[in-house]
């Protein structure tokens, strides 16, 4: 009985997780440029998300969800900032508070010419 239960139990969430992802809505964003993170720059370019996944990137005749065809667009870009102050010295330790006057500002300004 008890494993008929879980049985039973098991079924139903795995059904209403199904019809959950079902569900999900379509989301299609219309960019006018698109930055693929591996060097390539494309133009016009239709990004389909469904649920909290990327399934399609590329050109498209969708009616978009979302009009970016005036705007860049990087898609899978995840917490793409940096702190430039942030370095760590020859032992591997973060010393980005407490250096000597004018170390900060030295290292700060070595970081932000690799950006530029």
């Known amino acids: 009985m008890r494993y008929a239960v879980l049985l039973a139990l098991a079924s139903f969430a795995s059904s209403f997780a199904s019809s959950f992802a079902s569900t999900q809505p379509r ?3 219309q960019a006018g440029t698109l930055i693929d993170g591996k060097g390539g ?3 016009n370019q239709q990004i389909v998300i469904e649920g909290a996944h990327i399934v399609s990137v590329g050109e498209g ?3 978009p969800t979302i009009d970016l065809s005036r705007q ?3 898609p899978g870009g ?3 900032h940096v702190h430039l102050n942030w370095h760590f010295d020859e032992n591997h330790k973060n010393v980005s508070e407490g250096e ?3 170390d900060a ?3 700060t300004a070595g970081e932000c010419e690799g950006y530029a």
């Open 27 to 29: 989301v299609v964003i």
């Open 41 to 43: 720059i494309h133009k």
């Open 61 to 63: 005749k969708l009616k």
């Open 72 to 74: 860049t667009v990087m």
């Open 78 to 80: 995840i917490d793409t």
């Open 100 to 102: 000597p006057n004018g």
């Open 105 to 107: 500002q030295r290292y």
